[in-house]
């Protein structure tokens, strides 16, 4: 049976720009009501304008944030529906190069955001027995140099709520994963641009993890996926194939493909264009915890 978001409260982290944005612009012209929290004021403020919602500065790494902006939610809309846990960072470089600090927040806003983000939203949603959607990523099971920490926290979100789901299914509460491939949003368009090495590798990926997808088809499947319940979203769909290979992606056999498609190359030419940039994070990034 569809779930009708008309009328209902969804609250999204990190709907600034990007997936999160593009999905409050699509939940509102299904009718719902949308609040946005993020770090970025001047830009959640021009979202929740353009549909008639409401915002909230917050950093999902600060409990207290967080639970201030979900309260500011149920005060303004009586409660809340469905959350997206959406906000998240990547970090630039590999392990052994990158500044442990990148690693680390990159881990924290993706990971722990995601628990503090659903935490402080769940006794509200499971009150009106609704759905919380976390945004996990192909990254999930499919590994790719230069990206561990991502890799490692999206890896995580996935089965926190694989957990969260079998602890409230009793309860009427539902919880999807979703897994997208590359997302033309700022934060791969900031790689794709400042590192060649990257574009390189991205370009020979074997079919679907070259994919590059646009933010409004990519928000599109997210709320099918919501008005269904779904436990995953693919996007694309042919990502659910990596999914099923999951034995094999896990293997020495993803290493070898994974090889042969540049990977080694990657991480060491990465290495120096990450060193030469000067920057643990993209352009657009708000990975620092700042504006």
């Known amino acids: 049976m569809r779930y009708d978001l008309r009328g209902r409260t969804i609250l999204i982290t990190g709907g600034a720009r990007g997936i999160g944005a593009a999905l409050a612009r699509g939940a509102a012209a299904r009718g719902a009501r949308v609040a946005l929290a993020g770090l970025e ?22 409990q207290n944030g967080l639970d201030q902006a979900v309260a500011s939610t149920v005060e303004r809309y009586g409660g809340i529906d469905v ?12 392990v052994a190069t990158g500044p442990v600090e990148a690693l680390v927040r990159t881990i924290e806003v993706n990971l722990s955001g995601v628990v503090r983000t659903v935490s402080a939203a769940l006794p509200h949603v499971l009150a009106a027995q609704g759905h919380v959607l976390i945004v996990s990523s192909a990254a999930a099971f499919a590994a790719m140099p230069g990206m561990a920490a991502y890799c490692a926290s999206k890896a995580g979100v996935e089965q926190f709520g694989n957990v969260l789901r079998l602890e409230n299914r009793r309860h009427g509460l539902t919880v999807g994963t979703a897994h997208p491939i590359w997302i033309d949003t700022d934060l791969v368009r900031d790689i794709r641009d400042d590192f060649p090495s990257f574009r390189d590798a991205q370009s020979r990926l074997p079919w679907p993890l070259s994919r590059v997808v646009s933010v409004e088809r990519c928000a599109d499947a997210l709320l099918h996926g919501i008005e269904r319940r779904r436990r995953k979203i693919y996007i694309p769909r042919s990502i659910a194939l990596v999914q099923a290979l999951r034995p094999v992606v896990l293997s020495g056999f993803s290493d070898a493909l994974i090889t042969r498609f540049g990977g080694g190359d990657l991480a060491e030419q990465m290495a120096v264009e990450v060193r030469r940039s000067g920057r643990a994070f993209g352009r657009s990034s708000v990975g620092d915890g700042r504006p």
Do not use: I
Not at 41 to 62: F, N, Q, S
Not at 83 to 93: E, P, T
């Open 41 to 62: 004021p001047a830009l959640l403020r021009e979202v929740a304008r353009e549909v008639d919602g409401h915002w909230y500065e917050c950093d999902v790494t600060d």
């Open 83 to 94: 959350v997206v846990a959406n906000a998240g960072v990547a970090n630039l470089g590999t």
